[in-house]
C-alpha cells in the first residue's frame, strides 16, 4: 500500500488521477514480489535517466544563455535597452490596442463636452454681467456712487479751505 501514496505524492490531487492511481495500486498490488521487484527496478532506471536528460538540459540552457549574454555584450544589447525596448514595445502594443482607443476615444469627447460646458457657463456669465451693466439699476447705481464721490471731495474741500483760516 504505501506504493499507492508514493505514487499520489508527484501526481496533482483530482478525481481522475485518483481513479487511475487506484487501478495502478490495484495491479502493481496483483504483481508477485519478483515482478514488483522487476517494475521497481525498471522504474529507478527510467528515472535515473529523465535526470540525467534534466542536467543535460539545464547544462545547455546555461550554456546557450551565456553565449547569448556574451553576442548581447559585443552587439552593445545591455539589459537596460532590453527591458526600454520591452517598455516601449509593451506601450506600442497598449496604444494599438481596442481598449486603449475606446478609453481615449471616449476622454477626449468628454474633455470636449466639458470644454463646451464650461465655454457655455462662461459666455452665459459674461452676457449677465454685460445685461446688469447695462440695466438701469446698475445705472442709477454709477450715478448715486458718482455723486457721493463728488460730495465727499466737496466737502474735503470746505474742510481744507476752512483750516486754512484758522
Do not use: C
Not at 521497481?40 to 551565456?66: D, F, G, Y
Not at 475606446?102 to 452676457?127: D, N, P, Q
Amino acid at each position: 500500500m504505501e506504493d499507492h501514496n508514493t505514487a499520489n505524492l508527484s501526481e496533482p490531487a483530482s478525481p481522475a488521477n485518483s481513479v487511475a492511481s487506484a487501478e495502478i495500486a490495484a495491479e502493481f498490488a496483483a504483481l508477485s514480489v519478483e515482478e514488483k521487484e522487476q517494475r521497481r527496478a525498471e522504474w529507478s532506471q527510467e528515472l535515473a535517466r529523465v535526470e540525467e536528460e534534466i542536467n543535460t538540459l539545464r547544462t545547455v540552457l546555461a550554456s546557450k544563455t551565456r553565449h547569448a549574454s556574451d553576442l548581447k555584450r559585443k552587439l552593445g544589447i545591455t539589459v537596460w535597452k532590453e527591458v526600454t525596448d520591452d517598455m516601449n514595445q509593451g506601450l506600442k502594443n497598449l496604444k494599438e490596442s481596442t481598449v486603449y482607443q475606446r478609453t481615449e476615444s471616449v476622454l477626449k469627447s468628454t474633455g470636449e463636452k466639458t470644454a463646451s460646458v464650461f465655454g457655455s457657463i462662461t459666455s452665459g456669465i459674461s452676457s449677465k454681467l454685460s445685461q446688469m451693466k447695462n440695466s438701469e439699476s446698475m445705472r442709477s447705481i454709477e450715478a448715486s456712487v458718482g455723486s457721493a464721490y463728488e460730495n465727499v471731495k466737496a466737502l474735503s474741500s470746505v474742510v481744507r479751505w476752512r483750516s486754512q483760516f484758522r
